[in-house]
């Protein structure tokens, strides 16, 4: 009933500098918004697929499948509904640890059968890394609370003794609310300037701390909340840039589903990266049209509406 996944490879963005940084040295990331059991049953309406294939007892191991295929050492995951009596648990042993935030008024909550509200929540290899602090942020716009949150966790890499700080999270959805994301991603990084900068905040330098930010931000290339990224005082760059022949563009698409209002296939999800501090090593390529199929996401085969990024990043070594 559930064919094999199709394979997906890794991309060398630098095919010149293949195999100059010890790749035991690579930091390997996922982002991915995993579908909230209780919105992908209960709100989504993803019409093409058969609720079967949404059966939780199943697809729990479809992702975590596919968390192990790549075995990421930082893992950043949305709509997370079962952190506490699965993900938490199941990934400790596997020797991560985790921070969860759950969204204040989550919509799981108004879905008959919940398990819970659904969140944001960030895993780490603790043989890889050791915990510095983590905060859990409830975004802001314009000074008013909103329902988006994110966590933010700083490591220090034991094999290179080097910080770095890790944030994930998941904006307001739907189309209306481009300001609303606007406003949600000048919070986090202005939290994020402030939480990396050593002296707190002077906005223009550059950041004490490395950068990696994953989410879903629910927002095309061309929203505000993208170009405030991109343009940064933090000088962000996005990864999955670099799967493209020009590095200049993202993805065609990092979602695609059917519902009754319609087809939606766009890129949403994103891996910012300090491009000073950081070097991209390898990005994880998307399945093509063929290999997701007339019906989209969710399927038997991908157990998500979103397509989970991967990239391998390794420390730039800067000169003193
Ligand atoms: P968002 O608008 O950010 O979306 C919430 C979730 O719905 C996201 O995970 C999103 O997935 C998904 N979604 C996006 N588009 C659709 C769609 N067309 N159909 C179904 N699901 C979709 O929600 P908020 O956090 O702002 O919360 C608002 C929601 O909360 C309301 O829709 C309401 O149902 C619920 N609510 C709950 C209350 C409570 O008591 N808990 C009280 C009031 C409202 P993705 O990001 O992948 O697109
Ligand atoms: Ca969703």
Known sequence: KRPPRPHRAFICPREEDAGQSATSWNIRVMQWNILA????????SFINCPLEALNWAERKYLILDEILTYRPHILCLQEVDHYYDTFQPILARLGYHGNFCPKPWSPCLVVEGNNGPDGCALFYD?????????????????????NQVAVITTLLCRMTGKRLCVAVTHLKARSGWECLRGAQGSDLLQNL??????????????????????????????????RCFASSPLKLDSAYKLLSSD??????????????????????????????SFSVDAVLE???????GPNR??????????????CDFSFKEKPE
Not at 195 to 213: I, K, Q
Not at 262 to 267: A, D, K, L, Q, V
């Open 37 to 44: 059991q209780a919105l992908g049953e209960g709100m989504d």
């Open 286 to 292: 998307m399945p093509t049209e063929e290999q997701i």
């Open 193 to 226: 300037m402030s939480l990396t900068h050593a002296s707190g905040g002077s906005s223009g330098s550059t950041p004490d701390t490395p950068l990696l930010v994953c989410g879903d931000f629910n927002a095309v290339p061309s929203e505000d909340v993208y």
């Open 126 to 146: 603790e043989a890889r890394f050791e915990l510095v602090g983590s905060v859990n942020l409830r975004l802001s716009a314009l000074l008013i609370p909103t």
């Open 297 to 310: 996401l969710p399927s038997y085969h991908y157990p998500s509406d979103h397509l989970s990024l991967v």
């Open 247 to 276: 590095g200049l563009s993202e993805p065609a698409f990092t979602t695609w589903k059917i519902r009754p209002t319609g087809e939606c296939c766009s890129t949403l999800d994103y891996i910012w990266y300090s491009r000073d």
